[in-house]
C-alpha cells in the first residue's frame, strides 16, 4: 500500500489550493484518513480527519477555511483550503490508517509530503 501527496504550490494569502492523497495497493477497509502539517521548527500537528464513515473533524485553526472529502470509489482523500494565510505555510503530509487485504488488522501508512507555501 502506497500513498501519494499532491497539490501543494506557492499561493498568495487569501487564495486557495486543494491537496489529494490518492492510496494504491489492495485495500479491504479503511478507517480514517488525516491530514498534517510540519512547520519549519514546528511539530506536525494534525489539520483535519475523515473516517470511513464520514465523520470530519478539523484543528481550531483551519475550522471555517478547510475542508476534508473524500472519494471512496477512489481511496482518495482531499483537503481543499480557502482563504489560506501565511502561517498555513508547511509540509503537509496524508496518513491513512486502512486494513490491507493481506493483514487481518489495521496498519497506518504515510505520505510523502506536499509542500504549501502562502506568501503574504
Known amino acids: 500500500v502506497q500513498l501519494q501527496a499532491s497539490g501543494g504550490g506557492l499561493v498568495q494569502a487569501g487564495g486557495s489550493l486543494r491537496l489529494s492523497c490518492a492510496t494504491s495497493g489492495s485495500i479491504f477497509s479503511i478507517n480514517r484518513m488525516n491530514w498534517y502539517r510540519q512547520a519549519p521548527g514546528k511539530q506536525r500537528e494534525l489539520v483535519a480527519s475523515?473516517?470511513?464513515?464520514?465523520?470530519?473533524n478539523y484543528a481550531n485553526s483551519v475550522k471555517g477555511r478547510f475542508t476534508i472529502s473524500r472519494e471512496s470509489a477512489k481511496n482518495t482523500v482531499y483537503l481543499q483550503m480557502n482563504d489560506l494565510k501565511p502561517e498555513d505555510t508547511a509540509m503537509y503530509y496524508c496518513?491513512?490508517?486502512?486494513?490491507?487485504?493481506?493483514?487481518?488488522?489495521?496498519?497506518?501508512?504515510w505520505g510523502q509530503g506536499t509542500l504549501v507555501t502562502v506568501s503574504s
Open positions: 475523515i473516517t470511513g464513515g464520514g465523520s470530519t
Open positions: 496518513y491513512a490508517e486502512l486494513r490491507p487485504d493481506s493483514v487481518s488488522g489495521s496498519v497506518g501508512y
